[in-house]
């Protein structure tokens, strides 16, 4: 009843209350974002939904035209490809604001696994095994408060499984709470190339 019915219904409402809010913002965002670096204030990127479907996820863009698309983290100059207005936005995940449109449109959530790449098909699977592709992405999650781009593919799937079986409106007011927490902390963000594991040598990207 709550992930067919409330769930949904407290996306849209939320997602079209937070887009009238911050409408002038993301404005004055998208002008610094084109005046500071060639190329468009928007990166769009298809991104894997629910039911194993790509949509079409938007983000303020960060990085400097011709970044290699794979996570930051997995860079070897992170610092060199992320431009001055990209790094204060990162920073406090203000880059992210544009996803409102995708969660108002239900192609997201505001709780759920992060959206795969495309082409990340070890991820994907190993989602499956949990059921965590049959649910809506989300804008944030409880892998994400759970260690974010620290975590490695099976960790992190596992900790999407373990949210589809606890969700409700309790537990994703607990991730929320937790979302704003480690904004402000800046808990899990990697930004450089990581110590490899088994899984990021095989994967494009991972989330």
Known sequence: MYAKFFKPFFDFA???ILILLTLLPMAVIALAVLVTSPGH????QKRVGKGKKLF?????????????EVATHLLQNPEDRITGVGRFLRRFSLDELPQLF???TFKMSFVGPRPALWNQDDLVAERDRYGA???????TGWAQINGRDELSIPAKAALDGEYVKRMGPGFDFKCLIGTVR???RAEGVVEGAAKETTEEKNSDNIG
Do not use: E, Q, S
């Open 14 to 16: 939320a997602a079209l």
């Open 182 to 184: 480690a904004v402000f």
């Open 56 to 68: 079409t996820l938007i983000k303020f863009r960060t990085m400097k035209k011709g970044t290699p």
């Open 41 to 44: 204030a928007f990166y769009c």
């Open 102 to 104: 995708n969660i108002l």
């Open 133 to 139: 592709n049959d649910v809506r992405p989300g804008l």
